[in-house]
């Protein structure tokens, strides 16, 4: 992707947002956590293409879908045993 296709950036951003049910206040909670000095309606307005933003800020706000993905898509993964070493009844 050039540094021209900040629009393409967006709409792909806000597919993934989309399809995980993400509200542009929980990316911009999650992109506010890891150090991003934008507010919350420059993130909105940003994520709806309103704005152009330089390609770090995009890409904090990408880093932060991502994140969130990996959050919401590890969640419901089936245990190892492994993991439930602190049970009695394992075996």
Same mark, same amino acid.
């Given at each position: 992707? *050039? =540094?021209?296709? %900040? +629009?393409?950036?967006?709409?792909?951003?806000?597919?993934?947002?989309?399809?995980?049910?993400?509200?542009? @206040?929980?990316?911009?909670?999650?992109?506010?956590?890891?150090?991003?000095?934008?507010?919350?309606?420059?993130? *909105? =307005?940003?994520? %709806? +293409?309103?704005?152009?933003?330089?390609?770090?800020?995009?890409?904090?706000?990408?880093?932060?879908?991502? @994140?969130?993905?990996?959050?919401?898509?590890?969640?419901?993964?089936?245990?190892?045993?492994?993991?439930?070493?602190?049970?009695?009844?394992?075996?």
């Amino acid at each position: 992707m *050039g =540094a021209g296709n %900040h +629009g393409e950036q967006y709409a792909l951003t806000f597919e993934v947002m989309r399809r995980l049910s993400l509200s542009s @206040e929980e990316v911009w909670m999650h992109y506010h956590s890891m150090g991003g000095c934008l507010e919350a309606f420059e993130v *909105g =307005a940003c994520l %709806h +293409g309103l704005v152009r933003l330089p390609a770090v800020d995009r890409d904090m706000i990408a880093h932060a879908v991502n @994140e969130l993905y990996d959050d919401i898509c590890r969640g419901g993964r089936a245990p190892y045993s492994t993991e439930l070493v602190d049970r009695p009844h394992d075996e």
